[in-house]
């Protein structure tokens, strides 16, 4: 018989009194020192558990960053935070903003479905930080942030989540200052059962979570493919509620060019290069178009053709980062950062004046183009959609 997409969970979840505080907001949709003052702020913030290997200053290795996240873990662990490990089960996940809302299961995902081919990156990956993540979690050994998934619509599905959500209380109910309502369900064990058979036979597409994905595959196979690591902790979202923004760029400078001449070797790319003029939203409009900003001044750039298969994120990376910056997919350098298009473009132009060096603002990715890349077992460059609202970390604790 077909390994069901999905599974029930054996977890632990934060309590009522602590959510608030511990559950940590977007990783990525925080700059560096957001993080650092979130974490200054509150040692129980689930953050310190997260921090990645570039957000320490104090850590110079990713070694002491892992010693680090495990010492703030094991701080969580002994204040009884989180509750006693529960039987396995489903639940459900809402996050709820003014104008929108999305509901996903939650469950563990089999990896050996993940090499079966049924859950469809359309992303690819920068291996340093695929290992780097699984350093993080053979030294943890828990997951906390759910890969989101997306499925295509189902009717019996959907009407199992409404009952549940009409009929149910929520177990965990809470939001920070960013305002995303969050509530949590557990899904009785009839329920559970039929949403397991329901999605037996279905595939998923990764949403958010490509390196995680990565991650666990690489420890389930470093450890022999046990049965310890086999899981992959995930929330599954149904297409028609997800949401796509952008992922900005900004190189952290000018690829040893004067803006005079960066202008004049992109114009030589086949782009037309064009100052937008202030009061001008400069917001791209449409794919293909892109929007960049260096020493206070918005230009519009677009290229004279566009093959239609083609992404921006490609166009972008292939006839302007690589050649003019000497920039690839891996960014060895580190001279790359990727902004989500979640925290509008005036994070970028505050950066940009802040640090120097030049931006590149996208349009977000139509679904139907993702869809159509990922069918097609192709992918983007990384970072190349961003989904909002993300999941959070810090809600559960999946021990592995």
Do not use: C
């Amino acid at each position: 018989m077909t390994s069901s997409l999905l599974q029930r969970v054996e977890a632990q979840l934060v309590r009522q009194e602590w959510a608030e505080r511990v559950v940590s907001p977007a990783y990525d949709a925080l700059r560096p020192e957001q993080r650092l003052e979130i974490m200054e702020k509150d040692p129980y913030v689930f953050l310190h558990v997260t921090r990645s290997f570039g957000d320490d200053e104090s850590a110079k290795t990713a070694e002491e960053v892992s010693d680090s996240n495990a010492r703030a873990l094991s701080r969580l662990l002994s204040e009884n935070i989180y509750e006693r490990v529960r039987t396995p089960s489903l639940y459900l996940y809402q996050l709820r903003s003014e104008n929108h809302q999305q509901t996903a299961i939650i469950g563990d995902v089999p990896l050996s479905v993940v090499e079966e081919g049924r859950i469809i990156p359309h992303e690819r990956i920068r291996r340093n930080r695929s290992l780097h993540l699984a350093d993080h979690l053979e030294k943890i050994r828990v997951q906390s942030s759910p890969v989101a998934l997306g499925y295509e619509d189902d009717d019996q599905v959907a009407m199992i989540i409404s009952s549940i959500l009409s009929n149910e209380n929520p177990i965990l109910d809470f939001q920070r200052e960013d305002l995303i309502e969050q509530k949590i369900w557990l899904v009785d064990d009839g329920d559970a059962s039929a949403l397991i058979d329901l999605m037996r036979d279905k595939q998923a597409y990764v949403v958010d979570g490509h390196h995680r994905v990565s991650a666990a595959s690489e420890m389930w196979k470093r450890n022999g493919e046990t049965e310890s690591f086999s899981k992959l902790f995930a929330a599954f979202f149904p297409l028609s509620e997800l949401k796509i923004s952008a992922f900005h760029r900004r190189v952290t400078d000018l690829g040893g060019y004067s803006l005079d001449e960066l202008y004049t070797e992109i114009a030589a790319r086949d782009f037309s290069v064009l100052p937008i003029m202030e009061g001008i939203d400069p917001e791209p409009k449409a794919s293909g178009e892109f929007s960049m900003y260096a020493s206070g001044q918005w230009t519009a750039i677009k290229p004279a053709r566009m093959h239609p298969a083609e992404i921006d994120s490609g166009l972008l990376q292939r006839k302007i980062l690589s050649p003019i910056f000497n920039i690839d997919e891996a960014d060895i350098g580190n001279r790359l950062q990727y902004l989500p298009g979640s925290a509008g473009l005036q994070h970028l132009v505050d950066q940009t004046d802040l640090n120097g060096g030049v931006a590149f603002a996208l349009h977000p990715v139509p679904m139907v183009q993702l869809l159509s890349v990922a069918d097609r077992r192709m992918t983007f460059p990384p970072k190349s959609t961003y989904f909002q609202p993300k999941v959070r970390s810090g809600i559960f604790l999946v021990h592995r």
